[in-house]
């Protein structure tokens, strides 16, 4: 039998921390590490983790066994296993925007004082699935469920700069520009040009576009896999409500779009 002394000493164990507790916090910063790089070995794992190859050796065998890792014959090197997808695609199915959403749309409307909604795309429009009303909302008209144009809304502007060229034409051919105030956009290639303006800035703003006396900003939510899957936007009465000129709220709004697209498995840089 082994003596003590010749056992490999845990020396970087953190105080009062369990083996098996320190093995599972291990195992994760492996897994992190493959995520982040695509590939390590031994050495490069244990060098960064500061351990012995030894115990990296031990951990990526148990990771293997459970499919999470898994060996690239050509270079020996390690790489994320099928295991991992596995667990991962059962997490969007679980998710619900609405929830994940809730209190992040209740910080912004507190914050501003405003009406904060939820939108996604639905049928070729925007409908409303959830809303936040601010202290200082001078009506409590409620828009969840509502329809509403994507040409003629900061939300619907949102949805239809994520879209590709193709599945855009598709929908403003089918629903066309109608006006609904005198400043709604109608012009096809106007419109084109102010969504390549939203796809850069990372906003869309409408100015009484919609309804008389309202104006709006809103920003896009992503889900895991980097795409649009809907939009926060902040409203208020055009005669006190100025987001670009409103200290913060811009940043603010795209901030909690990240929050949001966050809980929804968004990482940035995909």
Avoid: C
């Avoid at 004082?113 to 202290?135: C, F, H, I, W």
């Avoid at 060229?165 to 629903?175: F, G, N, Q, V």
């Avoid at 939009?231 to 940043?251: N, Q, V, W």
Wanted: aromatic letters at 4%.
């Amino acid at each position: 039998m082994a003596s003590n002394d010749e056992r490999e000493p845990e020396i970087d164990a953190e105080p009062g921390q369990s083996g098996g507790v320190q093995s599972v916090d291990r195992a994760l910063t492996v897994l992190e590490i493959l995520a982040r790089d695509g590939h390590a070995g031994v050495s490069e794992i244990a060098e960064e983790i500061g351990i012995h190859k030894s115990t990296v050796s031990r951990l990526l065998g148990s990771l293997v066994s459970r499919e999470m890792v898994q060996q690239n014959s050509d270079r020996g090197k390690y790489q994320l296993g099928f295991g991992i997808l596995r667990l991962a695609s059962s997490i969007p199915g679980r998710l619900s925007l609405v929830r994940e959403a809730r209190p992040v749309l209740e910080a912004l409307a507190e914050e501003f004082k405003e009406t904060v909604n939820l939108a996604v795309l639905r049928s070729n429009y925007a409908v409303n699935v959830d809303q936040a009303m601010g202290p200082s909302t001078l009506a409590t008209y409620d828009w969840v469920g509502n329809l509403t144009p994507l040409h003629a809304t900061s939300s619907g502007k949102v949805l239809l700069a994520a879209l590709p060229a193709e599945e855009r034409d598709r929908i403003l051919k089918e629903t066309g520009l109608p006006p609904r105030t005198p400043r709604t956009i109608t012009n096809r290639k106007e419109l084109e040009t102010q969504l390549i303006d939203v796809a850069r800035e990372g906003y869309g703003l409408v100015r009484e576009e919609f309804e008389i006396g309202l104006t709006a900003v809103a920003v896009p939510v992503y889900n895991h896999l980097s795409a649009v899957i809907g939009a926060i936007s902040i409203s208020g009465p055009a005669f006190r409500f100025d987001p670009e000129k409103t200290p913060g709220l811009i940043e603010a709004l795209k901030d909690a779009g990240l929050q949001v697209s966050a809980r929804m498995g968004y990482t940035r840089g995909r």
